[in-house]
């Protein structure tokens, strides 16, 4: 019984991590909009040509500076929702 038990909490909790895995831009461009990221930069720092970000992995680490920066205090999630929306309504990575 105790197996039986312990098969379905840690089948629940592969579940859980699949579906947490997936980054949600809706809620990124909400965090973003509410964390004041446009009060440092314009949106022009997303679309120059000569922009410092080229890859989801330097888009990532620029968010994760702006969150300590800006004292967010988003979680890993969070920071991935929003890196999700950056790349899809600028970078296009």
Excluded at 15 to 23: D, F, G, I, N, S
């Amino acid at each position: 019984m105790k197996a039986k038990a312990l098969l379905i909490l840690c089948s629940g909790l592969l579940l859980m991590q699949t579906v947490a895995a997936e980054p949600d831009p809706a809620n990124g461009q909400k965090l973003f909009a509410a964390s004041k990221c446009l009060n440092c930069h314009g949106t022009d720092a997303f679309t120059k040509a000569d922009r410092k970000v080229t890859d989801l992995a330097r888009l990532e680490s620029q968010v994760r500076s702006c969150d300590a920066n800006l004292d967010t205090n988003w979680f890993d999630d969070e920071i991935k929702d929003v890196v999700a929306y950056l790349n899809q309504a600028y970078y296009k990575f």
